[in-house]
């Protein structure tokens, strides 16, 4: 069944789209579709403001709209993600790079990573595994491994994967949920870069542009004992 946040996700993506593109695209995606499901929801979609039609036919999603925040998969994150599947079909992981964060930056750094957070029991092997390949990895490094050999260098760093994080799943790829990422940030020796000011600045460009589920971000903080260290920053920054 065809939701709507099928189709805002799609929106998202696109500055404008078509109801054709719309459909090609579900069913690329092995949804069952109906064109004139999709006609009424589009519809709907219109008429509570979430979406506009700039001619006939041709959509795009409403500024009044925060998009969601979605980390799209590099080829080199595709091939990354097949090496494991292939090895540990029945490992949970998630994957992302730097790259999706850095736009919300004052300064941006010399930071080219790549967070592959897996399950622990499996960390040392997937390491193991990708340590053959010609990039750097490293795993679980400590402030002095990241200070002398990774900061402003490229990198693979694995870290263990939370219970229940939040993360979706794009172009058959898990990756985290801007919840965790916001979470993860706070105080991951990986991302020491982004403290202070920094920090605030991502929080607020990050809300202002994006769709926040702070139910999801308090339940994720809490986990990983941040949810005051959350607050604060919200409370700081009028979010």
């Known amino acids: 069944m065809i939701t709507t946040f099928d189709i805002l996700h799609f929106a998202s993506l696109h500055e404008q789209f078509t109801k054709k593109e719309l459909i090609d695209h579900l069913r690329k995606s092995n949804q069952q579709v109906s064109t004139g499901s999709i006609s009424i929801q589009l519809r709907r979609l219109i008429n509570n403001n979430r979406l506009i039609r700039l001619e006939r036919g041709v959509f795009a999603l409403s500024k009044s709209v925060k998009r969601h925040f979605l980390i799209q998969p590099s080829s080199e994150l595709k091939t990354i993600n097949q090496q494991i599947k292939t090895d540990f079909p029945f490992t949970d992981f998630c994957m992302w790079s730097s790259s999706a964060i850095l ?137």
């Open 103 to 239: 736009p919300f930056m004052h300064h941006i750094p010399n930071i080219n990573n790549i967070y592959v957070d897996v399950e622990r029991e499996a960390i040392e092997s997937v390491f193991n595994l990708l340590n053959n390949n010609n990039t750097r990895v490293f795993m679980m490094p400590s402030v002095t491994d990241f200070n002398r050999y990774i900061n402003g260098n490229q990198a693979i760093i694995i870290r263990p994967l939370i219970s229940e994080a939040p993360l979706q799943i794009i172009d058959g790829i898990k990756v985290p949920s801007i919840e965790k990422i916001l979470v993860d940030i706070i105080e991951d020796i990986e991302f020491s870069f982004l403290q202070g000011a920094e920090l605030h600045s991502v929080y607020s460009a990050i809300f202002e542009q994006y769709n926040v589920n702070k139910n999801k971000l308090f339940r994720y903080a809490t986990r990983r004992n941040r949810k005051q260290e959350v607050e604060q920053l919200l409370e700081a920054n009028n979010l």
